[in-house]
């Protein structure tokens, strides 16, 4: 198996599918003859041609009314926003237009359009580029949100969200672009949507995270390690669908559990897993559900503001302590 970094592992999935269904084409600002702001997909329309890697204006809210139109015609489109904070402005289109096509029509008519989500800090973007807005869309019924953290979940998540019928959000960790690398499948190796990984096997406490953080929770872990701290770490993978099984299995193995994101805290997604854990296996739990996260402000600019504000390997370790009921004495 070749090694990827995670930017070429999607480029990797969107040249395939585009080579084996024609009807499968990318859209958005700079993605033809620029080949996109991060380089996705350049040569692209060298490879494939401008009528399926369509420049288009800065308008996402036109971008994703494109792609709805075109997916109700029989097409499959995957539409780049160039960066995830700007998904709002096509908020109407995904939430109260696509996520309910399919419920509106009886099933008539579905919508299988991908929207990718350059998110994340780390970058030194500030308040416009370093957002996670995953969480307001796993609120709305009709989508389907994935959060790969890894070069092969990136390449194989996006292949399984291009063939899905549903609406996807594809958020893609932009600190993860050139920095994650690893093995990737050649050919389909489709990760379906709604299946969890664990990624690390551990007794002691449960370390539940999705996207970049699980890079964070990997490094705690290895931290907690040498003080003979056991961490099993969930990669979530899909916040929607979820894979409940998977978090209430490790929880009710661990007893203990930590979840982290970055994501801000209040009304993240971490909140559901929280109630979700409360509500099913409260009984197993030996100490408190502890969260991770970013702060509740707009993301600083400034580096050793971002650093505070966003979680980090050492930020677990000390929710792993407060949850095992064993805090160092400072």
């Known amino acids: 198996m070749p090694e990827l970094t995670y930017i070429d592992a999607i480029t990797s999935a969107l040249r395939e599918e585009m080579a084996r269904d024609d009807r499968v084409f990318v859209l958005g600002e700079d993605v033809g003859a620029y080949g996109g702001a991060f380089g996705v997909t350049k040569g692209f329309v060298e490879e494939f041609g401008f009528y399926r890697c369509l420049d288009t204006p800065i308008s996402e809210s036109l971008i994703i009314g494109a792609a709805i139109g075109s997916a109700m015609m029989g097409f499959r489109p995957v539409a780049e926003m160039q960066f995830a904070d700007f998904i709002s402005c096509g908020f109407d289109q995904i939430c109260n237009q696509a996520a309910s096509l399919r419920y509106r029509y009886d099933g008539r008519v579905n919508c299988p359009i991908v929207v990718r989500a350059p998110s994340g800090g780390n970058v030194r973007g500030g308040p416009y580029h370093s957002q996670n807005p995953e969480g307001w869309f796993c609120h709305t019924p009709g989508l389907k949100v994935v959060v790969p953290a890894f070069p092969d979940d990136a390449k194989g998540l996006l292949k399984a969200a291009i063939r899905d019928d549903d609406p996807v959000l594809y958020f893609e960790n932009k600190y993860l672009y050139r920095r994650a690398k690893g093995e990737v499948t050649e050919g389909d190796g489709l990760v379906p949507l709604g299946k969890a990984r664990v990624v690390r096997e551990g007794a002691d406490v449960s370390l539940i995270a999705y996207g970049a953080a699980v890079h964070h929770a990997i490094e705690a872990a290895d931290k907690l390690a040498e ?91 000390a929710a792993v302590h407060k949850t095992l009921r064993d805090e160092p004495v400072s």
Do not use: M, Y
């Open 227 to 317: 003080k003979g701290i056991e961490c099993e770490i969930v990669d979530l993978r899909t916040l929607v669908p979820l894979d409940k099984e998977a978090v209430l299995a490790s929880v009710r193995k661990t007893s203990h559990v930590v979840i982290v994101h970055e994501d801000w805290q209040r009304c993240g997604f971490g909140a559901e897993i929280a109630a979700i854990i409360a509500e099913e296996a409260i009984d197993s739990l030996d100490g408190p559900v502890v969260r991770v996260a970013s702060q509740d402000t707009p993301i600083p600019f400034a580096p050793v503001l971002e650093a505070a504000h966003l979680p980090n390997a050492d930020k677990i370790v």
